[in-house]
């Protein structure tokens, strides 16, 4: 009697990337503390203006929230490609008259090295992502053959929130992005701002059917609150 052949090996997609860690400066982590508390500021006082005009409300929250986003990728995040996952192990003591190398991941990114990707990662993320998202929140339920500016914005300020900071410190790397969209990546604080934002936009949404013919109802308005609320 011949024995069972053994079970192929299960084929489960390892991810690649390691955890982003903030930047290990003061300002970066006070920042990180400030960030959330500035971003429930800004929908704390727009509120009102949010329940009774939507698309006026959201427009003009773009500008704040872009500024708030960039501001939080700059100074707290590293830069695609600027950071290495495991830190660098010390060598050894060059010999005399020998010139030592300068590490690349040790140098300091200056300035204009992080504002011009974070500039290039907002419009990738207005380009690319925000057509996408709503595209998905239409397939989620959202009207299609009305309302296409609350899709819009609505979408927009999803991606600002979650896909920003994606392009930021991983580019546009097509390993890294099957992980993303297999959900594979370590939770990290740039992944987890990411679930938090696309979790709290769908948990918003819930209570739609309740009152849909009630303006506080809007499925733009209690998304965005998921949005902040998360």
Not at 9 to 36: C, E, F, G, W
Not at 102 to 124: D, I, R, T
Not at 133 to 152: C, D, E, K, R, S
Request: aromatic share 10%; with cysteine.
């Amino acid at each position: 009697m011949t024995s069972p052949s053994p079970l192929p090996p299960s084929r489960k997609l390892v991810p690649t990337s390691q955890p982003i860690n903030t930047l290990p400066t003061d300002v970066a982590r006070l920042y990180t503390i400030i960030h959330p508390l500035l971003l429930l500021s800004l929908y704390y006082f727009t509120f009102s203006s949010l329940v009774s005009d939507p698309v006026l409300t959201l427009q003009n929250a773009l500008l704040p929230l872009s500024v708030l986003q960039l501001a939080y990728v700059v100074t707290c995040l590293p830069t695609s490609g600027s950071s290495p996952a495991i830190p660098p192990v010390p060598s050894k003591v060059a010999k005399s008259g020998q010139r030592k190398r300068p590490n690349p991941a040790k140098q300091n990114v200056g300035p204009g090295g992080k504002v011009v990707p974070a500039l290039l990662s907002l419009l990738l993320t207005l380009l690319l992502a925000s057509p996408l998202f709503t595209v998905i929140l239409i397939l989620f339920g959202a009207p299609f053959t009305t309302h296409f500016f609350h899709n819009l914005l609505c979408a927009t300020h999803m991606v600002l929130l979650a896909v920003l900071p994606l392009f930021y410190v991983y580019g546009v790397d097509a390993k890294i992005w099957r992980e993303i969209t297999s959900a594979s990546l370590p939770f990290d604080e740039v992944w987890g701002g990411t679930v938090g934002t696309l979790v709290g936009a769908w948990l918003g949404a819930i209570p739609i059917p309740l009152d849909w013919y009630v303006q506080l109802f809007a499925f733009v308005v209690f998304a965005r609150r998921g949005l902040s609320g998360t």
